[in-house]
């Protein structure tokens, strides 16, 4: 099974930018799994941010984010999450996930939908 290892994230101020990072294990993989970009805020439910699709050719954002971060793979083994003009209500623990997906162009959008999880990065934005 793929594992994946987030990092990049950290403390900003309010409109300031961090670019997430997911390491994933093997070759091909952005061939096979979809990825995605979830986030959970202290006490809240895990929800989706973004993801791409396993051929790379379609992204997908929740709105609260659309137009301020963008997904995108070096179509090796690493996918990013570059998130620019943060707010605070982004504060969360971002977390890559990975989706064996069947269909080429399927963005999941659901947690259940992935099979693999990495362990979560920080991220803390300052008003």
């Known amino acids: 099974q793929v594992q994946l290892v987030e990092s990049g994230g950290g403390l900003v101020q309010a409109g300031g930018s961090l670019r997430l990072s997911c390491a994933a294990s093997?070759?091909?993989?952005?061939?096979?799994?979809?990825m995605g970009w979830f986030r959970q805020a202290s006490g809240k439910e895990r929800e989706f941010v973004s993801g791409?699709?396993?051929?790379?050719?379609?992204t997908y954002y929740a709105d609260s984010v659309r137009g301020r971060f963008t997904i995108f793979s070096d179509n090796a083994n690493t996918v990013y999450l570059q998130m620019n003009s943060l707010k605070p209500e982004d504060t969360a623990v971002y977390y890559c996930a990975a989706d064996q997906a069947l269909l080429t162009w399927a963005v999941p959008t659901t947690t259940d939908s992935y099979d693999a999880w990495g362990q979560g990065t920080q991220v803390t934005v300052s008003s």
């Open positions: 791409i699709s396993r051929n790379g050719g379609r």
């Open positions: 093997g070759r091909g993989i952005f061939s096979t799994y979809a």
